[in-house]
């Protein structure tokens, strides 16, 4: 059985168009906003670390569409007590 553990990821973005969408598509996928913080988000993770990985790359660059246009993105992802790592996405190549 694998362990839960905490998922917090801290999103940089200069111009999304349509944050609500955005927003909407995360807190379908899980991904709840974090009270108080206008670009943060929690979840709850029991797949190993290289799962839950690349499932937030895929989720976020979903996002990314359903939000239509920005200019730059970046996050910030904790995953359980590990270190902090942090994903740029290259909007030329759509992928992180």
Do not use: C, W
């Not at 917090?8 to 009270?35: C, M, P, Q, R, T």
């Not at 929690?42 to 996002?63: C, N, Q, Y």
């Amino acid at each position: 059985m694998s362990k839960e553990y905490e998922v917090v990821v801290v999103v940089e973005v200069e111009n999304l168009e349509d944050k609500k969408a955005f927003d909407k598509y995360l807190k379908k996928e899980g991904l709840k906003e974090i009270e108080g913080e206008e670009f943060a988000y929690k979840g709850v993770s029991s797949t190993p670390l290289f799962h839950t990985r690349a499932f937030l790359e895929d989720t976020f660059k979903k996002a990314l569409k359903k939000g239509k246009s920005f200019d730059s993105f970046k996050m910030i992802v904790q995953l359980g007590e590990n270190p902090l790592e942090v994903y740029k996405y290259n909007k030329e190549r759509k992928s992180f």
